[in-house]
Each structure stands twice: as C-alpha cells, then as structure tokens.
C-alpha cells in the first residue's frame, strides 16, 4: 500500500473503501436487492431457526447491516437467532488495522487451507500482501517473499520482518522477485484488482500459477458485473478455475464498530470470497493504476498507542475546527461501503471507525502531535483537556477530540 503519509487511499489487503460512489444504474440496484431477498428467503424461509452469523456468511458477501434491513423488510427476523458474544474482534492488532488502508487478513484457517491446497511444499512463493499467509509459510518453514508498503507490518508481525520488501504495488513498474505461485489480496475494486493481476504475471515462473481471493456476487450491486470483468481478465493469462466460498477472513476492530453502530452486533470472521485460481499463466501487458477514490489525497498517519489516526492534508479552512458528520453528533462510522456519501467529507478518520471533519487542520495537527507522547491506558486527565482547550481554543473541540480518541469496544 502507499507511504502511509502520502496516498493512503489504497492497500495490500483487501476490501472497498475506494470509490464506487457513482450513481448505480437503478435497475443495477433493484437486481441486486432481489437477488439478496432470494437468498435471505432460500436461507430462513423454511422456518426453521437460523443464526444471523450464519445467515450473513450466506448471503454471498451483502453487508451484514443490510441483510438485517432485508430480513426485517421480508418479515423473516423472527427465524433468526443473534449472538450474544461480547466482541466481533477475530484478532487483535498493534497498531490496529484501518479502514482507509483496506486491511482485511485471511484467518489462520484460509491460510492454512490456501497454502496446503494450492503452495504445497513450494520454496519459492510470491505474496502481494497476504501477511497471515506469510505467517502460516514461515511456521511451516517454506521460503518466500512478502510484498507490501505498510511499514506497520513489522511491528503486527515481527516473526516476518526479514521476508517483508516495501512495495508499493499501486505505482510499482514491475516485481523482480519470481516463483512457482504468486498470491495476491488487492483492494476488492476493479481497476486495482487488474492491476495486480498484471503485476503477478510477470511474478511467475513457467508452468506457475497465480491464486487470488474473488468477491463473492453480494458483495455490492456491482460485483456481478466485476466478477464478470475479472475472470474474462484472468483468462488472457492462463486457464482459470474456480474454488468457491473456500476463505474466510478476519473481522478486524473498524468493521466490529460499524457492524455494532448499524445494529448487526457479533460477527468474528463473518467474510468469506472464493478463490480465483490462474494456471499455465502467461505474462501480459502491465496496466498503469487507475484511481478514483473519495478517500484519494494525501494523510498524515498518527499512532496513539494502538489507534491508527489518519489526518487529511490540504483541507480548506471553515469556521469549525471538528465537527461530527452523523445527524445525532456522534463519531461512528457504521459501515464499510465506499457508497456512503460521508467518505468524501472526512477529515480525521481512527482505526476504530471513528470519523469527523475537519475545519481548522493546523490546529487538529498540533493537537495530535501533543497527544502523541500520549498514553491511551490513561484516563485524559484535566491537564491534557487545558492543553488541548490551548492548543485548539475552544474547550468544546477539546471535548469532542477526546470522546473521538476514547472509543473503544
């Protein structure tokens, strides 16, 4: 992914903060909610009961908030079960996983399923991300290569660091390092997943293959149609294949706060794809990287013990230094979708899914510069509220960028 303080837009894991927020075709939406209707109906329609976990990881990938207004529209909620677990978190990370960086980790399981199914005893695997991948190779003493740009990387997963190369796939001309399988978990957005897709071509030895998670139909109304464009991409590289529904992947903090703010509680590990899986792969032409991103701009990343806080550069000034974008003035964000209208308004974003905009950035970059010698187990105390009231001139400011920086599950 970028320098985490210039473009953060983009990253070596997975998922959709980047913009698809052009307006759908409505018959691209009414399909959409029909298809996912079908499958709550095909699920729980038999009345007999059925866990909203299960359900959600059987809705082909639809948004868990979404499946629960579906269910409720269709009448059907009084056949599903909820959880009453205390945390969604499926694993946790220091500093935490964001949003904007797309960090979403295959769990132990898919990794483990991924490597012994498709790397075998290889010693020469290629990773584009894929860091718990990275992991099960290294516990299982095979050699490869991890090709990131989060410089975080080192601290979540020191047991790794030797095999970890910056890169920054997204502006990389090409990928020296060769090997018999190449693996790759791009940002589930088209133009990227291509890209990649190109890059890794080039990654792999002769009678290699390419193995890729693919988002399954329901992730969003276009995914139909993008899983369309991916395969016909893959098959003027090699013979495809499909393995279905076959990974899962790690419900990291941010996404445990938005399922939680949109009412669908509990859901470690909720996320599966399929895999996409590329052999007898000829090398093609490279794509040039394509952006279009409400989240694109420069960030300047600030670590508060374990938060990840992002800050974006270059905002115009207005008469308010921080203010909430939610109408009942709280900081949550409550989903993932690069669709939500918010997006192109944030200014400072946590890696607990917290969000606000921003009117006075120099003041809001100074106050986290203070709070950065910080520590988070502390309670703030009246000192640090006077100093922030100083530094931001409002006592109220001060306020708010503590409740911001508090959140916590």
């Known amino acids: 992914m970028p320098a985490l303080a ?43 009961a059925v866990a909203f976990s299960e359900l959600c990881s059987l809705s082909l990938g639809a948004w868990p908030g979404l499946v629960l207004q579906r269910l409720n529209a269709l009448g059907l909620q009084k056949y599903v079960v909820t959880s009453s677990a205390s945390t969604g978190v499926s694993h946790c990370y220091n500093p935490e996983l964001h949003l904007l960086a797309s960090e979403w980790y295959f769990t132990p399981e898919a990794a ?33 290569v991890l090709l990131d740009s989060n410089e975080f990387l080192t601290s979540r997963f020191p047991d790794i660091r030797q095999f970890i190369h910056l890169t920054d796939l997204n502006a990389t001309e090409n990928i020296q390092d060769r090997g018999s399988t190449v693996v790759l978990d791009p940002p589930w957005y088209l133009p990227v997943i291509l890209r990649w897709l190109s890059l890794a071509s080039h ?18 109304p276009s995914a139909l149609d993008d899983r369309g464009a991916i395969l016909a991409f893959a098959q003027k590289i090699g013979d495809v294949s499909l393995d279905l529904d076959c990974l899962s992947f790690e419900t990291p903090l941010f996404e445990v706060e938005a399922l939680k703010a949109c009412g669908a509680g509990s859901l470690p590990s909720w996320r599966r794809s399929d895999l996409l899986v590329i052999s007898n792969v000829q090398p093609i032409k490279i794509l040039p990287m394509l952006y279009d991103s409400v989240a694109q701009g420069s960030w300047k990343t600030y ?11 270059g905002q115009h000034r207005k008469d308010f230094i921080l203010r909430s974008l939610n109408a009942d003035g709280s900081f949550v964000l409550d989903t993932v979708s690069a669709r939500d209208k918010r997006l192109s308004k944030i200014g400072l974003w946590s890696s607990r899914n917290r969000i606000a905009e921003v009117g006075d950035e120099v003041s809001i970059a100074l106050a986290l510069d203070y709070l950065s010698e910080w520590q988070p187990s502390q309670s703030f105390s009246e000192k640090v509220h006077n100093r922030l009231t100083d530094i931001l001139g409002s006592s109220k400011a001060a306020f708010d960028l503590q409740i911001f920086l508090a959140a916590a599950s």
């Open 6 to 48: 210039q473009n953060e837009a983009h990253s070596s894991s997975r998922v959709a903060i980047l913009n698809t927020a052009h307006k759908l075709p409505p018959n691209m939406e009414h399909s959409y909610f029909e298809r996912l209707d079908n499958r709550i109906r095909t699920v729980v329609g038999n009345g007999s």
């Open 112 to 144: 483990a399923y991924l490597v012994e199914r498709y790397m075998g005893q290889i010693d020469n695997g290629i990773l584009l991300g894929c860091p718990t991948i990275a992991r099960y190779l290294m516990e299982t003493e095979r050699k490869f």
């Open 203 to 220: 990654a792999v030895l002769a009678g290699g293959k390419i193995v890729m998670p693919l988002l399954q139909p329901g992730t969003r």
């Open 303 to 313: 670590l508060l013990g374990p938060q990840v806080i992002k800050l974006r550069i």
